[in-house]
């Protein structure tokens, strides 16, 4: 079972560029998050899909932008990456939301920022 | 603001020994706190969730503990193995929130 997929896995980019993550889940869940995992703090929600058709702010939405593209797609979009947003970056999701339902991650994408 | 403390920061312990990690929180109203582990370069993986109206919690070598008056968790794990090496997050949800709150997380390493 792959469950939730991530890609790439690793990425080095430049300051300005832009790229895209991506990320896809084969368990049929509804929801659908990105997090950002920096040492020392607490994983920090980025935006989130809570259905097919909607997409929402997290807790640092600056500077991404998201695309629910299916039900099973959910991807990740720095227009102008900046150093701050070197990190490692989780897509997870959930069959009910996450304030009930369990959590299932991918295995990350790190990325640097130049 | 919701907050969720984890101690230690860091643990270090010999196999076969017993530990137990702490967690703190202020969310409030509470729904409930689940404990994942996340081995070094995965994703998190979760262990156990505890509701308002549960105490104890076992899945195998761990048991997950909750105190919902003081606002605290704990996870003790027994006879512990090499693969027990991971960091351990405890996460709570607030009732009627949308918002999860992450701990920082406790680094265990186990050596033999």
């Known amino acids: 079972n792959a469950g939730v997929t991530q890609t790439p896995k690793f990425q080095v980019l430049k300051t300005g560029q832009s790229m895209t993550l991506q990320c896809a889940q084969d368990?049929?869940?509804?929801?659908m998050y990105w997090y950002r995992q920096d040492p020392g703090m607490g994983l920090r929600l980025i935006y989130y899909?809570?259905?097919?058709?909607?997409?929402d702010k997290g807790e640092v939405p600056n500077g991404y932008n998201v695309s629910r593209l299916n039900k099973r797609e959910f991807s990740l979009r720095l227009e102008s990456a900046a150093p701050s947003q070197t990190s490692v970056y989780f897509c997870?999701?959930?069959?009910?939301?996450?304030?009930?339902?369990?959590?299932?991650f991918g295995e990350g994408s790190r990325l640097t920022v130049l | 603001k919701n907050q969720v403390e984890q101690s230690p920061q860091s643990l270090i312990i010999l196999e076969g020994k017993n530990c137990t990690l702490q967690?703190?929180?202020?969310?409030?109203?509470?729904?409930?706190l689940r404990w994942y582990k996340q081995d070094t370069g995965r994703g998190p993986v979760s262990l156990t969730i505890?509701?308002?109206?549960?105490n104890t919690k076992s899945n195998g070598r761990y048991t997950a503990t909750l105190d919902a008056d003081t606002k605290q968790s704990s996870l003790h794990i027994t006879a512990s193995q090499l693969s027990d090496s991971a960091s351990y997050i405890c996460?709570?949800?607030?009732?009627?929130?949308?918002?999860?709150?992450f701990g920082k997380g406790t680094k265990l390493s186990v050596i033999p």
């Open positions: 967690c703190n929180y202020t969310v409030s109203p509470f729904s409930n």
């Open positions: 368990m049929n869940h509804n929801s």
């Open positions: 997870a999701s959930s069959e009910v939301p996450h304030q009930a339902g369990e959590l299932f």
């Open positions: 899909s809570a259905s097919e058709g909607t997409t």
């Open positions: 996460v709570v949800s607030g009732a009627g929130s949308y918002q999860l709150t």
């Open positions: 505890m509701t308002f109206s549960e």
